[in-house]
């Protein structure tokens, strides 16, 4: 089991640019998957982006080639960096770790894009 504490939500305007971080309470070097999903009102949860072990990454078409996940496993970190944000962008996003035996999750941080 692993707690997850997600940071780095705000407003920000449409074509801007933010990084959300997401530390975890243990080491993520053996950590299969870590991801980030996002929430809007009224709309189900999705997945976002996966970071694997190994530098393989993987994400959602309406983020491809404006998002980059990574993992800073000396750190205890997943990032999410997210440019070109769009007013669609805006929800709470989630940190999941996920792996033999358990799949947890972080509070949420709300991005908002809006001018």
């Known amino acids: 089991q692993v707690q997850l504490v997600e940071s780095g939500g705000t407003l920000v305007q449409p074509g801007g640019s933010l990084t959300l971080s997401c530390v975890a309470s243990?080491?993520?070097?053996?950590?299969?998957?870590m991801k980030w999903y996002r929430q809007a009102p009224g709309k189900l949860r999705e997945l976002v982006a996966t970071a694997f072990i190994g530098s393989s990454t993987n994400y959602a078409d309406s983020v491809k080639g404006r998002f980059t996940i990574s993992r800073d496993n000396a750190k205890n970190t997943v990032y999410l960096q997210m440019n070109s944000l769009k007013p669609e962008d805006t929800a709470v996003y989630y940190c999941?770790?996920?792996?033999?035996?358990?799949?947890?999750w972080g509070q949420g941080t709300q991005v908002t894009v809006s001018s």
């Open positions: 243990r080491s993520i070097f053996s950590i299969p998957a």
């Open positions: 999941n770790a996920r792996g033999a035996g358990y799949d947890d």
